[in-house]
Structure formats: C-alpha cells, structure tokens
C-alpha cells in the first residue's frame, strides 16, 4: 500500500510540474533567422561593434606594453559597480595591464563626466595630459 502512494503522489507531482512548464507565460528560446545564422558562421559579422571598442580611442595614445593605472568613477572594489568597465578596458589593451589601484606613472582615466574626473584625480594625485572625451583621457602622476 505504501509503495503504490508513493508512486501516485510522484506521478502527481511530475504532472504538475508539465503542467506548469506547458502553462509558462515565457516564450521559448527561438532561433535567429536562417540567413542571420549563416552570415554569423561564416564570419560575416561587420556590423556588430567589436568587444571593447569603446577604449579604441585610448589605444594609439598608450604604450603597447607595461602598466599603467585605471581610474572609473569610483575607487576599485572587487564587487563594485564599475567593474565590468575595468574587465572590458583590459581585456581590449591586452598585453597591457590596468592597475585599478592608482600608483602607476600613467594612468587612462574613464569616468562619467569631467567633474568626476577631476574629483578623482584630485583624488588619486595625477593631472590630465590629454583630454579625449568629457571624463575621459589620459593622466599622469604628479
């Protein structure tokens, strides 16, 4: 007797659960259009921006290898906000390295705005050198 309740309350549960899955007001993943598909596979992906592009900009103006400091809009912390900013500029200026603690003699400074900019390094003790954007440019140590 035990065995066959155990057996219907399984089945009821299972059948609750597609139930439930069938009744989802989620659509299902749907695949991209055929000639997207293609086009994607055989490298034909000119339209999409490049990973990173948005440090483009920086790249004729920083030394290809080295290190040099990165400062965003707020001092680094590992589960801060900021940080796919940092994980995204690196992963662009490979081989170089990014020092999210300011101490290198040049720094790329990526923030909002320039009052950020300038707050922070004030901040940090460097100067801007070269402004390429509003809060965006390159610094060096004072």
Same mark, same amino acid.
């Given at each position: 007797?035990?065995?066959?309740?155990?057996?219907?309350?399984?089945? =009821?549960? +299972?059948?609750?659960?597609? +139930?439930?899955?069938?009744? &989802?007001?989620?659509?299902?993943? #749907?695949?991209?259009?055929? /000639?997207?598909? =293609?086009?994607?596979?055989?490298?034909?992906?000119?339209?999409?921006?490049? !990973?990173?592009?948005? !440090?483009?900009?920086?790249?004729?103006?920083?030394?290809?290898?080295?290190?040099? &400091?990165?400062?965003?809009?707020?001092?680094?912390?590992?589960?801060?906000?900021?940080? /796919? #900013?940092?994980?995204? =500029? #690196?992963?662009?200026?490979?081989?170089?390295?990014?020092?999210?603690?300011?101490?290198?003699?040049?720094?790329?400074?990526?923030? &909002? &705005?320039?009052?950020?900019? /300038?707050?922070?390094?004030?901040?940090?003790?460097?100067?801007?050198?070269?402004?390429?954007?509003?809060?965006?440019?390159? =610094? /060096?140590?004072?």
């Amino acid at each position: 007797m035990r065995f066959n309740i155990r057996n219907i309350l399984g089945y =009821a549960f +299972w059948a609750a659960a597609a +139930w439930l899955i069938v009744r &989802s007001p989620f659509p299902a993943a #749907q695949n991209p259009p055929r /000639e997207a598909a =293609a086009q994607l596979l055989l490298g034909g992906d000119k339209d999409l921006p490049e !990973f990173g592009a948005t !440090f483009a900009p920086f790249k004729p103006f920083l030394p290809r290898k080295g290190r040099i &400091s990165f400062i965003m809009d707020y001092p680094f912390h590992p589960y801060g906000t900021t940080i /796919e #900013q940092l994980y995204t =500029a #690196q992963s662009y200026l490979v081989p170089l390295i990014l020092n999210p603690e300011p101490g290198e003699k040049q720094a790329l400074v990526f923030c &909002s &705005s320039a009052a950020v900019a /300038e707050r922070r390094l004030s901040e940090t003790g460097y100067r801007m050198t070269m402004v390429l954007a509003d809060g965006k440019g390159l =610094a /060096e140590k004072i």
